[in-house]
């Protein structure tokens, strides 16, 4: 039976290697502003904008810049529902761009089936599943399909338990499971109702492996948020998890010991370091949170690229500076001319893995001396405070 979602298929897809399933709902048939609107079953959940955007930008990351020599990528599933549908294409494909289908429970258990018979072939194979949407934790975590509230009588009959789906995938033959949850997991007005309920979907049923010599999958859950607290999106683009995710695999979640791969630890350090930071930025507070943390690589970047931030010991200093960079051997790796039209009281950038000099240049008749110190940059990010002395530039 032909995969719909199946979007990339590798030279030699029965060898070891990775298989991706990514899933962004932003349209809701039965949520508020949906096509089949049922208020009193929405509790006020409506449209989203960000988990289409953060699956398609996932998956050309996968396409395109995921790498792992142990496990090259043999398999791309993608599920979109979105408000306006187009066909997915990325950089160097060359088949003919196609329009994902929608992430409703039929074709969610479509290509769940066949990302599990791909995937089934060897214990040495990875998968990483991705989901952006609605969530909440009830009496079980739930996650929110496009067809949510399809039932009257079951409206969680189209969403999926996430605790009896990971519970499955740990007895299936892949032996290195990364989840990749981007929804809230806050409670639900009806959560009192709910208390002891079991609801939704598991997806995946658990079978016993005793006599198969086969051992339970290292499994690596992480969410967007900690348990009973909101994850937010952004209108015009991809989600604050998401953003964090794509920095960490490019390099910020690289870790030495693995030589530097990004591996599950370090992608749970990066993730709480760009998460926290992004939140900060926008008023909002959101903590990503790892469960079923068990330890294996991931992906190798191209290069280890780091965020920078930079502060002065003396706040005043920065009106009166005229320009800052970081070098490093091969040049300048990142700069700012400051703008007095828009005050900062930090510089943040994104460099290389090394050695920075990094350099505050004041204006001419301020009354600060130039500086320069050397600052050693390394993931997940560094954070550094420039000293700054009273003086006058010539």
């Known amino acids: 039976m032909t995969d719909a979602a199946l979007v990339f298929e590798g030279a030699v897809p029965d060898g070891p290697g990775t298989h991706v399933l990514l899933i962004g709902v932003s349209a809701y048939d039965h949520l508020l502003g949906g096509t089949d609107e ?13 988990p289409a955007k953060s699956a398609r930008a996932l998956a050309e990351w996968f396409l395109t810049e995921f790498e792992n020599a142990d496990t090259p990528l043999q398999s791309l599933s993608l599920l979109i529902s979105d408000p306006s549908p187009t066909p997915f294409s990325f950089p160097g494909n060359l088949s003919e761009p196609k329009v994902p289908p929608t992430a409703t429970i039929g074709s969610v258990t479509a290509a769940i089936d066949g990302w599990l018979g791909r995937s089934a072939k060897s214990p040495d194979n990875m998968v990483v599943f991705f989901f952006a949407g609605h969530g909440v934790s009830s009496s079980d975590p739930l996650l929110f399909l496009q067809d949510f509230g399809a039932r009257s009588f079951d409206k969680y009959a189209t969403s999926v338990n996430l605790e009896d789906f990971l519970g499955g995938m740990r007895t299936m033959v892949p032996g ?62 991809v989600s604050l998890f998401t953003e964090a995710l794509l920095r960490a695999l490019r390099g910020g979640g690289a870790q030495p010991h693995l030589q530097w791969h990004v591996g599950t630890s370090g992608l749970e350090q990066a993730l709480g370091a760009y998460v926290s930071r992004a939140a900060q930025k926008h008023s909002v507070i959101q903590v990503p949170e790892r469960s079923r943390g068990q330890f294996f690589k991931i992906s190798k970047p191209a290069k280890v690229d780091v965020p920078l931030h930079i502060s002065l010991d003396l706040a005043e200093a920065w009106g009166h500076l005229d320009n800052m960079e970081a070098r490093c051997a091969t040049g300048i790796s990142a700069s700012l001319t400051h703008d007095p039209a828009n005050p900062i009281e930090e510089w943040s950038c994104v460099v290389p893995l090394r050695e920075h000099m990094v350099a505050a240049a004041f204006k001419q008749g301020a009354a600060y001396n130039h500086a320069a110190e050397v600052v050693m940059v390394a993931p997940p990010e560094t954070v550094y405070t420039l000293t700054i002395q009273a003086g006058a530039v010539p």
């Open 38 to 50: 049922k208020p009193h079953l929405a509790n006020d959940m409506g449209q989203l904008a960000s």
């Open 176 to 237: 290195k499971q990364l989840f990749l949850i981007d929804a809230c997991r806050t409670t639900e007005k009806t959560s009192v109702e709910l208390a002891g309920e079991h609801r939704g979907v598991g997806l995946v049923s658990a079978v016993d492996p005793t006599g198969t010599g086969r051992k339970l999958a290292l499994q690596s859950v992480h969410h967007a948020s900690t348990e009973f607290a909101v994850a937010y999106g952004a209108t015009d683009g």
